[in-house]
């Protein structure tokens, strides 16, 4: 179908928790041009508020936006997250040994 968009995205549900992805499929068939500026504009104002909360000055009372410099491919593109892996101290120092170092100290160990 040539009117049919595939993506992914990633959704972290809470903070520190890894993120799920989901595979999106769009099918565009029938949707009018009124239909799409529709959701272009759930789209720019969502982005609007989402920067007018991260600034120090206030709302602003007007705002003219250019439609074309809303558009940016990039945030549909899906990032590789890994949760961060946190290590003991002592976990973290066995890590740094080579693998003759920990034999080593396995026989020590068993030995008693």
């Known amino acids: 179908m040539i009117n049919t968009d595939v993506f992914s995205i990633l959704t972290q549900r809470k903070k520190g928790q890894s993120h799920h992805e989901t595979k999106v499929v769009i099918y565009w068939d029938g949707v009018t041009e009124q239909q799409l500026k529709i959701m272009a504009r759930a789209?720019?104002?969502h982005v609007l508020q989402s920067q007018w909360k991260h600034v120090e000055k206030?709302?602003?009372e007007?705002?003219?936006v250019q439609a074309t410099e809303m558009v940016h491919m990039e945030i549909f593109i899906?990032?590789?997250y890994k949760v961060k892996e946190k290590l003991s101290p002592l976990d973290e120092w066995i890590k740094q040994l080579d693998?003759?170092?920990?034999?080593g100290l396995l026989k020590q160990l068993q030995a008693g």
């Open 99 to 103: 693998p003759a170092d920990v034999q």
């Open 58 to 60: 206030t709302v602003p």
């Open 43 to 45: 789209y720019i104002v």
């Open 62 to 64: 007007h705002c003219k």
């Open 78 to 80: 899906p990032r590789e």
